[in-house]
């Protein structure tokens, strides 16, 4: 069983940064692929980046491609997501979730944190 707790949302400007950071308990923490999601209001949970178990492969949506960054520190079973040069369509709450299978997509996930929201203004 793992829990996950996001923190570190909050409100913006456009073109400022804020840092994601997602607390999981549980041993089995480095065992899992870790992602990032995120809901606007009125719309599915989109794919916004993802981080294998051992942290060496990456993947972001190329919405946000060159602004955030996934990454992950296993001694202290935590993973970031570091977003700059934030716009207002960036606007969401977002979830980190894990899974042995995650990758792209919600459902390849076994568990979510319980969301966190940005709001960037323009």
């Known amino acids: 069983q793992v829990q996950l707790v996001g923190s570190g949302g909050g409100l913006v400007q456009a073109g400022g940064s804020l840092r994601l950071s997602c607390a999981a308990s549980g041993r089995t923490f480095r065992s899992y692929a870790m992602g990032w999601f995120r809901q606007a209001p009125g719309k599915e949970h989109e794919f916004v980046a993802a981080i294998n178990w051992s942290g060496d492969m990456t993947d972001h949506a190329d919405s946000v491609k060159g602004r955030f960054t996934i990454s992950r520190d296993s001694a202290r079973n935590t993973v970031y997501l570091q977003m700059n040069s934030l716009k207002p369509e960036d606007t969401a709450v977002y979830y980190c979730?894990?899974?042995?299978?995650?990758?792209?997509?919600?459902?390849?996930?076994?568990?979510w944190g319980q969301g966190t929201q940005v709001t960037v203004s323009s």
């Open positions: 979730a894990a899974g042995f299978r995650g990758w792209h997509h919600w459902g390849e996930y076994d568990y």
